[in-house]
């Protein structure tokens, strides 16, 4: 009776293990992202913001220009790890640059806000 019910739901266990095994392996794997490390990130990029926006052969570029020389600045300055974990937030370094340009007077405030939404 047991034999017969478990042979007749035998795609249900299976898919039932398997979701349980894919969840334990993400769960010993998955990487820690620490919101301290994820801040600093955005201080350097605010910091690049203002240094374009600041800067003598810089500041008269047009918008968009400033945006793409600040994350070809971002790539260069940022360690892979690092930008992996902006993408894993932001979506990708344009994102971040994007929102430290929004939120460039109230950066901290806002990040901590969106730090607690995605994790």
Do not use: C
């Not at 042979?7 to 620490?34: E, H, P, R, S, Y």
């Amino acid at each position: 009776m047991l034999t017969d019910f478990l042979l007749q739901n035998t795609g249900f266990f299976i898919g039932l293990f398997a979701t349980l095994l894919v969840w334990i392996i993400w769960k010993i794997t998955a990487v820690k992202i620490d919101k301290n490390k994820i801040l600093n990130v955005l201080s350097l990029i605010l910091d690049i913001i203002q240094d374009i926006k600041n800067g003598e052969d810089t500041g008269a570029l047009s918008d968009a220009a400033k945006k793409s020389l600040a994350i070809e600045l971002v790539e260069a300055a940022v360690a892979p790890k690092k930008k992996k974990w902006i993408q894993k937030v932001f979506g990708s370094i344009g994102g971040a640059v994007e929102f430290v340009y929004h939120n460039r007077k109230s950066l901290f405030i806002a990040a901590t806000a969106l730090l607690k939404k995605v994790f």
